[in-house]
């Protein structure tokens, strides 16, 4: 059954060319079946696959499909390699995608890029699973590259609004800016190793390098820049937000469940790498600890249900970074895969609110959905607390608790890290909840138009049992020390190594992470339905500091002035293109001499005599002077 | 026999060629352009003549009759042209067919 390994990417292929190809002419139920069929045939496949590589024990295993090409020293195969870390993302990517598919058989029902819409689902997918199966750096590129498209045209698959058009086009162009940093430093890894097999390239690394080098630091830097776009970490977060102009599973498969993780997968795949660069992987722990301080705060003032959700995604991706950073590599990829459980039930949650409400996203415009919507109400709440992480119930508690741990009791760990973490924790709480109340308590200020289908409910419900028992496969020491997940990859990844006296104090830690998510939920229900007044004049006392928030900082206001202004400015100088001058000239001189030429084509054939006896007379004035 | 000097042949034939020349520039009408190029083809075999004549040898004379045969050829192609231009123009004056420009 491994050897069918190349198949997982090859379904959603096949379905993604074949909805291209004749997807207009296929009546929806087809379509349907073809974009969410190859999903499913593809998790089915990873189940079966993944059943066989537990139990052949083997550590790793690699399938060349073919070789892509062979260059100058170069040779780069189509070549799939599984290992426990490739498994579960596969894993995650091709459930939680499967699920996004059967919801959006619904969602996009009444859509006329019906067909088209699950072409592209479909390719991503397809783009992903290459990115996290590659073998080598190239291959893993084209998905990288191949999910960037994707990611291109579902936030713009409504492109008939232009300001979609816009998210689409800024998503894409801050995430090259991070593209071209990981090709350069792809290419600085060539020169170096000589191959860009994976494996090759960390096998040899450590033998290559010692602890610090600077061109290692150089490269991690590189690839960090690389994951920070893909990642929408700091500094360039600012396309994430504005990629809600998609569809809401867009949203939750691209945006939060997968794709933006791309980064995470990286870093921790390159992870011998940071290792040898101590100062680039303290980066990813500051850049992840300032990306969920800052994300969390624009989060309380959103006003846009999906919004909201989305800095919430960029300030959980920064708590893997922060795992990352302190070398908590395994803790990184565990809250990963119950961020992708429950960060995709709350977008699809969302989106079912937001099409029940008939696409009204404002939460102070809703309300009161709590008896209308049962379903997405308990399944949200299930979500909500997932990600608020309430003690012990949730998935995320398990996952987020392990960071904050390592954040501060890791060798990498310090305090300042901790703090962060703490801080962001106490924000994900109140933001979280503050959300959940807005929205389903209180008055009903929008009627309910569409009661959500089988279709919605179902993938809900199954993403809020992962939400909940997604966690309970890696239990911390102080809570029955059960590790089946940090098991399962530690041949891969290395373990966190503890700083020394301070094992004592993970159940005081927990309990203050514990009791300030608590506290984080019981001021969110004092300020948004005990008592909303207060939160009202909070908001008008600090306004100024609300609306920087909610602008997410003013970074793109920033942008705009450091990098686009600048830009614009610089090439309405250049408007009539220097080079071009050149070239235009050459133009001129062409038709001046045109001109020339044109008078003496008169006709009269006399001149033209005069012509050839001036030119004869010429010739052999020459011939008699010029002696050859 | 007493030989003609070489110099006054080609003086003969080098003034004949630049009156036919001339000729041809200054004249408008297509029957007297016609003449005159006929004059600087028999200029050149003149000078061909005196030069066979000079060395002694035979090419001179085979160049002149190769000129005949091609002025005959000649004329008789330019005396069709001149025909046409009347038949359509109602003139031998040249400068009248100039609408082609060139």
């Known amino acids: ?628 | 026999m007493k030989t003609l000097p070489i110099e006054s042949g080609l003086l003969l034939a080098g003034v004949l060629f630049t009156l036919g020349l001339i000729s041809v520039l200054v004249r408008r009408n297509i029957i007297f352009m016609l003449i005159s190029v006929e004059i600087m083809l028999n200029a050149a075999g003149l000078a061909f003549i005196v030069a066979g004549s000079r060395w002694a040898q035979a090419d001179g004379q085979v160049m002149f009759i190769f000129i005949l045969t091609m002025a005959a050829a000649e004329v008789s192609v330019g005396l069709a042209l001149i025909l046409q231009i009347y038949h359509h123009l109602k003139t031998l004056d040249s400068d009248a067919a100039d609408r082609m420009n060139g």
């Open chain 1, 1 to 628: 059954m491994l050897n069918s390994l190349w198949l997982i990417p090859t379904f959603p292929f096949l379905g993604a060319l074949i909805l291209v190809l004749v997807g207009s002419r296929l009546s929806r139920q087809v379509a349907a079946r073809i974009g969410a069929g190859s999903v499913g045939l593809a998790a089915l496949l990873t189940m079966a696959v993944g059943y066989d590589f537990l139990n052949s024990g083997v550590g790793a295993y690699q399938y060349t499909a073919w070789n892509w090409f062979d260059v100058a020293g170069l040779s780069t195969s189509f070549a799939f390699y599984l290992d426990p870390l490739s498994l579960i993302f596969i894993f995650v990517i091709t459930f939680v995608g499967f699920l996004i598919h059967i919801y959006s058989v619904e969602f996009m029902k009444e859509d006329e890029g019906f067909a088209r819409f699950f072409a592209y689902l479909n390719l991503f997918v397809c783009s992903m699973l290459i990115l996290v199966l590659a073998d080598n750096l190239v291959l893993l590129y084209l998905g990288w590259e191949g999910v960037g498209l994707c990611s291109y045209l579902l936030i713009g698959f409504w492109y008939s609004e232009a300001k979609n058009g816009y998210a689409a086009r800024k998503a894409f162009i801050i995430t090259r800016v991070g593209d071209t940093a990981m090709a350069i430093g792809l290419f600085m890894l060539f020169s170096i190793f000589h191959t860009l097999n994976i494996q090759d390239i960390l096998t040899q690394a450590p033998q290559v390098w010692v602890a610090g080098t600077s061109m290692a630091v150089v490269i991690a830097f590189l690839l960090l820049g690389g994951a920070v776009g893909k990642s929408a970490q700091l500094p360039l977060q600012t396309w994430l937000p504005d990629a809600m102009a998609g569809p809401s599973p867009v949203s939750a498969l691209i945006h939060a469940a997968t794709m933006v993780t791309a980064g995470v997968y990286l870093i921790t795949r390159m992870h011998t790498i940071y290792e040898l660069a101590p100062l680039a992987q303290l980066w990813v722990g500051i850049i992840g600890a300032v990306t969920l301080l800052l994300a969390g705060c624009s989060a309380l003032t959103q006003f846009d249900l999906k919004r909201v959700l989305a800095y919430s995604t960029i300030s959980q991706i920064g708590y893997m970074f922060l795992a990352m950073g302190v070398g908590a590599w395994s803790s990184a990829v565990f809250h990963f895969m119950i961020h992708a459980f429950f960060k995709a039930l709350l977008f699809l949650g969302a989106g079912a609110v937001i099409m029940a409400l008939h696409h009204e996203h404002d939460m102070f415009r809703m309300g009161g959905l709590k008896n209308k919507l049962p379903v997405i109400y308990w399944t949200f709440l299930i979500g909500a607390a997932s990600l608020a992480a309430l003690p012990f119930v949730t998935a995320g508690f398990y996952s987020k608790d392990q960071i904050l741990w390592l954040a501060w009791a890791g060798e990498k760990g310090n305090v300042w890290f901790f703090l962060a973490a703490l801080t962001g924790a106490f924000i994900t709480a109140i933001y979280t909840f503050r959300m959940v109340f807005i929205t389903f308590f209180g008055k009903a200020k929008t009627q309910v138009s569409h009661v959500p289908g089988k279709r919605i409910t179902i993938p809900l419900v199954v993403l809020s049992i992962l939400s909940v028992f997604g966690g309970f496969i890696e239990l911390p020491h102080t809570l029955g020390h059960f590790t089946l997940f940090s098991d399962f990859l530690s041949l891969l990844l290395p373990s966190v190594s503890l700083r020394e006296g301070v094992e004592s104090s993970e159940w005081i830690l927990q309990g203050i992470a514990g009791l300030l998510a608590l506290t984080g939920v019981y001021m969110a229900y004092v300020f948004y339905i005990r008592s909303p007044r207060i939160s009202d004049e909070i908001k008008s006392s600090t306004y100024v500091l609300h609306q920087f928030w909610l602008q997410g900082w003013n970074v793109d206001a920033l942008y705009n002035f450091l990098f686009v202004r600048p830009f614009v400015y610089i090439s309405t100088l250049n408007k009539n293109d220097v080079i071009d001058k050149f070239y235009t000239m050459l133009v001129r001189a062409t038709e001046f001499f045109n001109g020339v030429f044109v008078k003496t084509q008169s006709g009269i054939l006399r001149w033209y005599v005069m012509g050839i006896v001036v030119g004869a007379i010429l010739i052999i004035t020459i011939s008699l002077f010029v002696q050859p």
